[in-house]
């Protein structure tokens, strides 16, 4: 029988085991890793809009 701490640590290293196989995942598929990266220019070029900020511009073209 496991003690508490000894089921904790399993848990814990499921959840470790199942982040790094997700992460495996994105980095095998093209399309997504080169859409992280051009989401990431978008950031870095301001191109983003809060969601407030969309609403209300939405909401200014009649379409909300």
Do not use: C, H, P
């Amino acid at each position: 029988m496991l003690s508490a701490q000894e089921r904790k640590l399993l848990s814990g290293t499921r959840d470790i085991l199942e982040e790094l196989l997700e992460t495996e995942e994105v980095l095998r598929d093209r399309a997504l890793t080169k859409s992280i990266s051009d989401s990431q220019g978008d950031v870095k070029a301001g191109r983003l809009y809060t969601i407030e900020a969309l609403k209300s511009k939405l909401r200014r073209e009649g379409k909300l």
